[in-house]
């Protein structure tokens, strides 16, 4: 089966703190993503990566960085977190390729900030 | 935006078959349907997805009109566990393409 992990299922941060949201897949997926969830907008992706080193910015960058130094690691960072960050942030990944694709998300980090 | 309408909530008994409709009448030729399912506070989980031909897993099936305007994803045998959000998506082949999650059908399963 394939595993998406997220290092925290909850997290709590004071405004202006630079907070590291991290994302490990064991499928060797290329393809690696993360969105953020609030009530009434559904699933909003923030950047996605079609390989190491490679980021493309999604619908919602503002705010945010991501890394990805590691074919198995995302790293989602928000460099000043602030008040309207507070969201559920979801990793999924998803193999290269031709073809329909499968994106597997991780179980969500619930981020509050104060 | 979501390319898909689909209803805000509906019920179903346990037990009986959960027929949730999809309408994506804008579909082009080399997009694929797909169906995913959000647990209350766990990830997206993908469910199926296809072209145009009907497809069948261990989790439900789905029926694709022909003219593919519109779908049903099926549960055969719907039980409490499959009370969740359910998304309906339209994604092209090549997997450049951006899944767009709308705000999905909340499916309650009553005992």
């Known amino acids: 089966d394939v595993k998406v992990t997220q290092s925290s299922r909850y997290l709590v941060k004071r405004t202006g703190e630079k907070v590291f949201l991290e994302c490990v897949q064991d499928?060797?997926?290329?393809?690696m993503f993360w969105y953020r969830q609030d009530p009434g907008l559904g699933l909003r992706l923030i950047y996605f990566s079609y390989d190491v080193k490679m980021k493309e910015k999604g619908d919602i960058p503002e705010g945010y960085s991501v890394s990805r130094e590691k074919k198995e690691r995302f790293s989602l960072i928000l460099e000043s977190a602030s008040t309207n960050q507070t969201s559920m942030y979801l990793c999924a990944s998803e193999s290269g390729g031709e073809g329909p694709g499968t994106q597997y998300f991780g179980p969500g980090t619930r981020l509050l900030v104060l | 935006d979501a390319k898909t309408t689909q209803p805000t909530s509906m019920d179903c008994a346990e037990g009986r078959a959960a027929n949730l409709p999809c309408n994506h009448s804008t579909i082009s030729g080399n997009e694929y349907v797909y169906w995913y399912r959000q647990i209350h506070s766990q990830g997206p989980q993908y469910i199926i997805h296809?072209?145009?031909n009907n497809e069948t897993n261990e989790m439900a099936s789905l029926i694709i009109t022909e003219d593919r305007k519109s779908s049903t994803l099926i549960l055969p045998h719907a039980t409490l566990r499959d009370t969740a959000v359910y998304y309906c998506i339209v994604r092209l082949m090549n997997r450049d393409d951006k899944i767009i999650f709308g705000k999905g059908t909340r499916l309650h399963i009553l005992p």
């Open positions: 296809g072209l145009k």
């Open positions: 499928m060797d997926h290329e393809n």
